[in-house]
């Protein structure tokens, strides 16, 4: 089965799991320090917004083609 999304990107399926599943751990980590930035609007105020802010930058520098 051939995937358009890897051949954009230029990562084989096994690549682009483990990339992808890595991503998604650092997702469910910023969505916990929203929750409770949600609740406890002192704590966590910039992290959700800057680690967007750092993690989109790494998506755009890490495409291979």
């Not at 969505?31 to 993690?55: C, G, L, M, Q, R």
Request: hydrophobic share 40%; aromatic share 22%; proline share 3%.
């Amino acid at each position: 089965m051939k995937f358009k999304h890897l051949e954009e990107t230029g990562y084989s399926y096994p690549e682009h799991f483990k990339i992808a599943f890595l991503w998604g751990i650092k997702m469910l980590n910023l969505s916990f320090y929203s929750f409770i930035h949600a609740f406890w609007p002192d704590v966590f105020t910039y992290t959700v917004s800057e680690n967007i802010k750092k993690y989109a930058e790494e998506i755009n520098n890490s495409k291979k083609l």
